[in-house]
């Protein structure tokens, strides 16, 4: 499996600020990049997918992908208590997808 | 749309028993994932199916797990005997397409064992 490398959290944020999170991938030729959602207990829910680079934003979430740089990052804007969770980073390992470990984010009151 | 369904969602089983996991992908989904999740960790692949096909079980720990997929649909997961280190979540993920672009996964509930 392919490795796929996030930031260490957790990560503590005070609502209405900025989440910034950060994957990076080992195999060059991957071409289709996730971001999924995973609440305490839950399973993973995909909220975000990005193939290209460049930006794309969905609400209040956008996904950045640099594949010069084997990076992705997935940005929360005015970061709410209900987006405390763990957010995994999944990229296409040929046929199948590697996830990183996931990062945990807090949002503060 | 229906999602994936799974059941049991919670097994507690004692060593060296044996466990059955089942999943139903959501309708006209070809492609369907068995993946490990323990505490802490990404999920971690153990078999994919396309149709009633094995694409990928490299990861299955062949010695006691096993997985079929029947009229390409319904699929089973089954652990025999059971280890202490195989306690963790099982969720089960289908997929539209088997595509270079497109590997959009949907999870079901996910069955938590417990191995004591």
């Known amino acids: 499996q392919k490795e796929v490398e996030q930031n260490s959290g957790p990560l503590s944020v005070p609502e209405g600020a900025i989440a910034s999170l950060n994957c990076t991938y080992s195999d060059r030729v991957s071409q289709s990049f996730f971001w999924y959602r995973q609440y305490s207990g839950k399973s993973p829910e995909l909220i975000m997918s990005?193939?290209?680079?460049g930006d794309k934003e969905d609400g209040r979430f956008t996904a950045q992908l640099n594949k010069a740089s084997q990076y992705v990052s997935l940005l929360i804007r005015d970061s709410q208590p209900s987006d405390s969770a763990t957010y995994l980073c999944?990229?296409?390992?040929?046929?199948?997808?590697?996830f990183g470990a996931g990062t945990t984010v807090t949002v503060r009151a | 749309e229906a999602g994936v369904a799974q059941s049991p969602r919670y097994k507690i089983i004692e060593k060296r028993q044996s466990v059955a996991f089942w999943c139903n992908p959501i309708?006209?989904?070809?492609?369907l994932y068995w993946y490990q999740q323990i505490l802490g960790q990404g999920p971690k692949l153990l078999i994919q199916f396309q149709n009633n096909g094995v694409v990928d079980d490299s990861q299955l720990p062949k010695d006691r797990f096993s997985a079929e997929r029947l009229k390409g649909v319904d699929s089973t997961l089954k652990i025999q005997p059971a280890k202490l280190e195989d306690s963790a979540v099982y969720l089960c993920a289908s997929s539209l397409l088997l595509a270079a672009s497109s590997y959009e996964q949907y999870f079901g509930p996910g069955t938590r064992l417990t191995v004591t």
């Open positions: 990005i193939y290209s680079n």
């Open positions: 999944a990229v296409n390992d040929d046929y199948k997808l590697s």
């Open positions: 309708s006209g989904h070809a492609t």
